[in-house]
């Protein structure tokens, strides 16, 4: 079997919802990935934020092995030794008092916001069920958190949508205030917004919306599914603007690979969760608990959030000195190792030819290169990917002598 055997297996069968590209990966190690014809390359995607620690990291496949050999899954209908590991790690690190596992960050959402709904329903206020959400943010694919979405591109076609959702501008405190009425439970925002193109927010937003929230007894939502577990140089974002949320959601880096979401509140807002309010059959299974455990124990004895600060420095140095050289690049930001690279017209030729070169990245819209690489890679890798993204932008620059590549 090679690429093109596993693409046209593929297209036989599998719904066509993804724009893919034309390879398998087959196998990963460290910072590599290998596809079905051989090739390797470097890892800047690492499955969009969640390889952190890695591919097939010795301890988080060792977890796995021995979990696998012990028991695969339970109900919860019983206690399960490995939730309470999990989220105890956790609630040392967040200062919240209470976690939920489910299985995706679409769900983590889709529970925060049902956990909202109701802290509003019990401490005496009905009439409130809205939540302002950003402009360019992205939530998930249900039909509640594509709603909560601020995009239009990932609504079309599934009309009616759920009522309750209002959207701003990222950013801007104004428009909070004043978009807030007496419909109002909840205001919910990633700390940085990946999807919608790594948006950075300023500091003084984030301290005066957690201040707002408090003083109009609205909860702050903080979408992590993508900043947290040690992406930015801190192990959640909001801890870089001084702030606390009261719900947090988390998943893509959480199991390591694994399929694991979370959402934590402090105890007044969770305690509002009784019996029968909400469920997962396969949340915090003893599999994913394993995984999850040992990629958090990883990240944290080896402070791999210190290291993606450290090195996410190192590599937005780097992309800035290439920014001078080439001004197809227009902006380069980000947090941490989770770096965007705007540039002045589309940037999939660019994917294309680092893809061919052997690096592997994503975009984060039409026009953004977004660089998500594993917690783990060092200077070397760095270097190794500046030399790739440097050719291509040269050559680019070359084939277009004028026109900037994708033009
Ligand atoms: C990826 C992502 C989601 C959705 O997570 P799924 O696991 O695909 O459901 C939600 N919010 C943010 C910020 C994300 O980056």
Redesign the pocket.
Known sequence: MNNQNYIAAGQQVLMNTYARQPLAIVKGQGCQVWDGDGKQYLDFVAG??VNSVGHCHPKVVAAIQKQAETLLHCSNLYWIPGQAQVGEILVKATGLDRIFFCN????A?EGALKLARKYAKEKGHPERFAVITMEKS????TLA?LTATGQVKVQKGYEPLPNGFCYVPYNTMEAIAAAVNETTCAVLL?PVQ??GGVIVPDTAYMQELAAFCKEKDILLIL?????GIGRTGKLFAYEHFGICPDIL?M??ALGGGA?T?AFMAREEVASVFVPGDHGSTFGGNPLLMAAAKATLETILTEDLSGRAAQTGQYLMAGLKKLQERFPFIKEVRGLGLLIGIECTGAVAPVITACREAGLLIAGAGPNVLRMVPPLIIGETEVDAALAILSDVFAAAEQMHSQAPPGK
Do not use: L, M, W, Y
């Open positions: 969009i934020a995706s960050g679409a769900e959402n992205f939530h998930g694919r958190t990633e990946g999807e979408d992590e599914v993508q900043t959601t998943a893509k399929p979401g």
